[in-house]
Structure formats: structure tokens, C-alpha cells
């Protein structure tokens, strides 16, 4: 009988401690299981900081140029609603196309001056390098062998930056044309203005 006892007292205690180590082993596996899920779900909601601003890609300047020549070319008359515009504008890969004096991504701005013209200028001072826009825009027109129309701005014939660089791209005229301005701060910086038209500008 005593055997019998001591028998079933270590049945028990085996019962027990397999009970032990399966409740051990279960809670290990959902704290295992629900680490993961909390590790998991962190790194999906993290997202670094970013301390510039992205523009969408879809303001890219050369975008706009060959929308608007393709208009020009075909003879649609230039809507005001489709094109008028002020804000950011950017190169192909989304970078501002220039930053302002306060440091801020520049703004631009344009007007649909009539159903024939259409004019891009930028509307504060900074860091545009326009001999690069014009480059970058000629190149998106495919007129890079294309031999520009140097022409004298009347209006301005008695000042050193007075000349408006013409392109012909066929069915229109794209036209460049730099001033120098300063800031209130003293900064000086380039004041440019792009127009495209469907005239056939005096002098070219």
C-alpha cells in the first residue's frame, strides 16, 4: 500500500510538473508571438523624418513647357483654367527649382495672357540659376542644336541685361528673358521670365 501511494505521489507530481512546463511553454510562445507582432507593427508605422519638403514631381517646369508648345502647335487657343498657376515648380526628380532669400522652396507663377501667350516668371529672389533652366527646358524641347534669336528688349535698350534669347520650336516661340533685382536684404538675384507665343516676335 505504501508503495502504491509513494507511486501515485510521483505520477502526480510528474503530471504537475509536465503541467508546469506546458504553461511555461505556451505563455512563452505568446509573449514570443506578440513581441514579434509589436516589433513588426512598429517598424511598419515608422516613417523617418524628413525635414525638407517633397514636391510631387508632376510641377516639373519641363512638363508644363511641352504641354504648352504642343497647344501652341497644334493651334488650340491657350485656356487660363487649364494653365494659370502659382506655386512650387520643380525639375524631374521633384527638387524646388530654386529657394528663396528666406530659405524657402522658390514660388512661381503662370499667366495665360491671352488664347496665344502664356508667360512663367518667378515671383521672389534666390538661388535660380537661369542659364541652367534654359538649358534643361531647351534640352525637354529637343532644341539643343537649334541656333536662338538674340534680341534687344526696347524698353530696356539702355540697360547691360537687355537681351531676350528667342527659340523656334516650330509653331511657336519660346523666349528667355533675365533682370537683376535686389532684395530689401541687399541679396541680388535673377528675376526670370519665360514666354511662349504663338507670334512671331518683332526683330526674329
Keep these: 500500500m505504501f508503495v502504491f501511494n509513494a507511486m501515485q505521489k510521483h505520477v502526480k507530481n510528474i503530471?504537475?510538473?509536465?503541467?508546469?512546463?506546458?504553461?511555461?511553454s505556451a505563455l512563452l510562445t505568446v509573449l514570443s508571438t506578440s513581441c514579434r507582432v509589436h516589433v513588426g507593427g512598429e517598424d511598419a508605422r515608422f516613417v523617418p523624418a524628413n525635414d525638407t519638403e517633397e514636391f510631387h514631381a508632376d510641377n516639373d517646369i519641363a512638363m508644363t513647357i511641352r504641354s504648352l508648345a504642343d497647344a501652341i502647335k497644334v493651334g488650340e487657343p491657350l485656356d487660363s483654367s487649364l494653365y494659370n498657376f502659382e506655386g512650387v515648380l520643380t525639375d524631374g526628380q521633384g527638387t524646388p527649382l530654386y529657394t528663396?532669400?528666406?530659405?524657402?522652396?522658390?514660388?512661381?507663377?503662370?499667366?495665360?495672357?491671352?488664347?496665344?501667350?502664356?508667360?512663367i516668371r518667378n515671383l521672389?529672389?534666390?538661388?535660380?540659376?537661369?542659364?541652367?533652366?534654359?538649358?534643361?527646358?531647351?534640352?525637354?524641347?529637343?532644341?539643343?542644336?537649334?541656333?536662338?534669336?538674340?534680341?534687344?528688349?526696347?524698353?530696356?535698350?539702355?540697360?547691360?541685361d537687355n537681351e531676350i534669347i528667342v527659340y523656334d520650336f516650330g509653331g511657336?516661340?519660346?523666349?528667355?528673358?533675365?533682370?537683376?533685382?535686389?532684395?530689401?536684404?541687399g541679396l541680388e538675384g535673377p528675376l526670370l521670365s519665360i514666354v511662349m507665343t504663338a507670334d512671331r516676335p518683332d526683330g526674329v
Design 124 to 160: 521672389y529672389l534666390g538661388d535660380l540659376l537661369p542659364g541652367d533652366l534654359q538649358s534643361y527646358l531647351v534640352q525637354s524641347l529637343r532644341l539643343n542644336d537649334s541656333q536662338p534669336f538674340m534680341l534687344i528688349d526696347k524698353e530696356r535698350s539702355n540697360e547691360e
Design 15 to 24: 503530471a504537475i510538473a509536465k503541467g508546469i512546463v506546458f504553461a511555461l
Design 172 to 185: 511657336g516661340y519660346l523666349c528667355f528673358e533675365i533682370k537683376s533685382a535686389i532684395a530689401p536684404n
Design 100 to 119: 528663396d532669400v528666406q530659405g524657402a522652396p522658390g514660388l512661381w507663377q503662370i499667366n495665360v495672357l491671352d488664347n496665344k501667350n502664356v508667360r
